[in-house]
């Protein structure tokens, strides 16, 4: 009996399947790797984001405070803030400069009490001591 070649059936060989598994079984676990470092950097850099708008905002309640009591405050206050449902820790640091009506702040913001020596966020900035208002520029302004 002849064998008729278009009735040979075609198919993977099991050695062929061993090999596909093979590569399937090395990529899957890089796969999930990167995936996860990719959500813990993004988790990571929501973190900053929201620890650098705790710190705008606690710089701009200092502006705000130091224009109503016409002077700044000086040495180191600590506190916690509520944003995006969560606490953040925070750390207020002033100090003299070369300019006597200049003064350096720093705010540093961290997710926990224990992180303070790593904050998340950490901003620095220069207010003037010179809180004399200007009684002409407020009725001047539109």
Known sequence: ??????????????????????????????????????????GYLRDKSLA????????????????????????????????????????LESQATVSDNLLKFEIAVAASEEQRDQPLFSLVAFLSSDLQADPGALSAAP
């Open 52 to 91: 650098q708008m705790v710190a705008s905002n606690k710089l701009e309640e200092l502006r705000i405070l130091s224009q109503a009591r016409q002077s700044l405050p000086s040495g180191e206050l600590s506190g916690i803030s509520s944003m995006a449902d969560r606490d953040w820790y925070w750390w």
């Open 1 to 42: 009996m002849k064998r008729n070649p278009m009735n040979r059936v075609r198919g993977f060989t099991l050695v062929e399947v061993m090999v596909a598994l093979a590569v399937v079984a090395i990529a899957l676990p890089a796969l999930m790797v990167a995936l996860y470092q990719h959500v813990d950097g993004t």
